[in-house]
């Protein structure tokens, strides 16, 4: 089992940043793709980025270039940075992780944080 809690979330102006931070509460290194999807009013959960193998990371392409995914193994912490926001980045973010137990896959989700972004 792993516990996962997002924080920085909140409200930022068009062209700001905000830092999104996914705190786990064991070690991210027995944690497979960790990353963020994102869930907006009336429209599926997204990919937003994820780590895949090792150090790879994968980024939808509305986001390349702007944001960028990080973590610090010695905080079991995963980051998003994103800046020059957009009105259309307005969603809930949430952390995601997968864990292997008995040969089956599971998915971990943490309760997710509210960006909004003003025009």
């Known amino acids: 089992q792993v516990q996962l809690v997002e924080s920085g979330g909140g409200l930022v102006q068009t062209g700001g940043s905000l830092r999104l931070s996914c705190a786990a509460s064991?070690?991210?290194?027995?944690?497979?793709?960790m990353g963020w999807y994102r869930q907006a009013p009336g429209k599926q959960r997204e990919l937003v980025a994820t780590?895949?193998?090792?150090?790879?990371?994968n980024y939808s392409d509305s986001v390349k270039g702007r944001f960028t995914i990080s973590r610090d193994n010695a905080k079991n912490t995963v980051y998003l940075q994103m800046n020059s926001l957009k009105p259309e980045d307005t969603a809930v973010y949430y952390c995601?992780?997968?864990?292997?137990?008995?040969?089956?896959?599971?998915?971990?989700w943490g309760q997710g944080t509210q960006v909004t972004v003003s025009s």
């Open positions: 995601h992780g997968q864990m292997l137990w008995g040969g089956t896959w599971f998915d971990y």
């Open positions: 064991r070690s991210i290194f027995s944690i497979n793709a």
């Open positions: 780590f895949t193998s090792g150090d790879t990371t």
